[in-house]
């Protein structure tokens, strides 16, 4: 686009009366630069040193004709709309022209004018719209930096963003996996706005979410009246990501039965809506992930290993941030730093029994846990540093108590043991089954006194 005052529009008309009239008409806006040609081959010679944001045409020039006017420029321009003017009222020549990529076409008469004022109107609307999303978009790119979001120098977090910037390089399947929290759909979005796909949708499906009597029409779509309650078509989100991305988070949740169908659809590249016969072609990216590991699912009958193969791509395994722990104090600070300015909040620091108090904690709710631990920790601060007792931590005692020094195999048993009883209400028998061990295990522990029910 053209500076934001002016909106350069040429016009291509061999009649130096109704030129003047168009002319003039559009000059009542000052935000117009008008430039008028009266053959096929001006207009032509001057795209090569001026670019429009608008072009009418006739269809009947001296040394052209409107087709062959429009098929030049739109080898040149093939973004600029053009508006083709007719003093003839043809039908066909009309519709060849719209479906070949004309904007509009207007046959000469007493609206034409206003006719194509309100067209100009629309095509800016438009314009600006798209404007508008693109730079949407660029912002998107930036939020998703993966490098500049989520902080981080271990090494560990260094190898996931070498395989990030490897994984936006091509279109290959790319498969996630991490425990809950550590940010895995923050990795398909952050190969989606760095690839050449990033104008397109990125659309993102929780599998375990998704009742499975839905799950197929969710995914592919549906005909109206292919089920009970269908009373319209549904794109499914394949669909909607044809072009674009797709993520399919804990994919080890999809049912066996959809999985052949998941299959036959990434094989042959294109789907079929429930109750449908139309083919419709596919050209996706493919992300998945689960905080379950795939193979042992595929070994334990529960995921095709044909499916799994398919899917598995660029295998990027995101590290718990217990993994990471030389990171986990950037992370806080930036998460706090983030929260204040968002809420209007002036800047605190952390205070030394606070950065204690989070490097022995091991974060079983990962990166997004610590952000909410310091947001919350900035809410409960009074003054300008965050204190030990404004970071709350869930099951704090026991994370810190197990894992905070060195022991034996046999009191952390003991400790785990007691923690159980502790959050179970000394329930044996349900202690017992949760962890996996006899109850005699527990109660000969009471009898040695390594454990008390009180």
Not at 204 to 225: C, T
Request: a negative charge; one cysteine or more.
């Amino acid at each position: 686009m053209n500076d934001l005052r002016t909106y350069r529009i040429f016009i291509v008309e061999d009649d130096p009366w109704y030129g003047e009239v168009l002319t003039y008409q559009l000059s009542l806006n000052p935000d117009y630069e008008l430039h008028r040609f009266t053959s096929g081959k001006d207009c032509l010679t001057y795209l090569g040193t001026c670019t429009p944001d608008l072009i009418t045409i006739d269809y009947s020039l001296p040394d052209t004709n409107g087709s062959d006017l429009f098929r030049r420029i739109q080898q040149r321009l093939p973004d600029v709309p053009v508006i083709v003017i007719s003093g003839q009222k043809d039908v066909e020549t009309a519709v060849g022209l719209l479906q070949a990529g004309v904007y509009d076409y207007f046959v000469k008469d007493d609206r034409t004018k206003d006719l194509l004022w309100n067209a100009i109107l629309k095509i800016r609307e438009n314009q600006s719209l798209k404007q508008e999303i693109e730079h949407l978009r660029e912002e998107l790119g930036q939020k998703y930096d993966f490098s500049s979001i989520i902080k981080g120098s271990s090494p560990a977090i260094r190898k996931v963003f070498s395989l990030v910037e490897k994984a936006v390089r091509t279109n290959i399947n790319v498969s996630v996996t991490g425990e809950t929290g550590s940010g895995k759909e923050l990795v398909a979005k952050a190969i989606h706005y760095h690839s050449d796909r990033k104008k397109k949708p990125f659309v993102a499906v929780n599998m375990a979410a998704i009742p499975l009597e839905l799950a197929e029409s969710e995914l592919f779509g549906h005909e109206k009246g292919s089920f009970t309650g269908a009373i319209s078509r549904k794109i499914g989100r394949f669909e909607e990501a044809n072009k674009g991305t797709l993520f399919l988070d804990e994919i080890a949740e999809l049912d066996l039965s959809l999985q052949s169908k998941l299959l036959r659809v990434l094989q042959e590249r294109e789907l079929v809506r429930v109750g449908g016969t139309e083919k419709i072609p596919l050209d996706i990216r493919l992300v998945i992930a689960s905080h379950k590991n795939l193979l042992d699912e595929v070994r334990q009958g529960r995921f095709r290993e044909d499916l799994y193969y398919r899917l598995l791509g660029l295998p990027i395994a995101l590290p718990p941030l217990r993994e990471r722990s030389t990171d986990i104090m950037l992370l806080a600070r930036h998460f706090l730093d983030e929260f204040c300015k968002e809420n209007r909040l002036p800047g605190m620091a952390i205070s030394p029994a606070a950065t204690d108090k989070l490097l022995r904690y091991r974060f079983p709710g990962n990166v997004r846990e610590l952000k909410s631990v310091m947001q919350l920790a900035a809410v409960m601060c009074d003054g300008s540093e965050i204190r030990q007792e404004d970071v709350l931590l869930a099951s704090e005692s026991d994370e810190v108590s197990i894992y905070g020094e060195e022991k034996t195999l046999r009191d952390y048993t003991v400790q785990v043991i007691k923690s159980y009883l502790k959050k179970y209400d000394n329930n044996v028998v349900l202690v017992a089954e949760k962890l996996d061990v006899g109850k005699s295990t527990i109660y000969k522990m009471i009898q040695n006194n390594e454990l008390s029910l009180s």
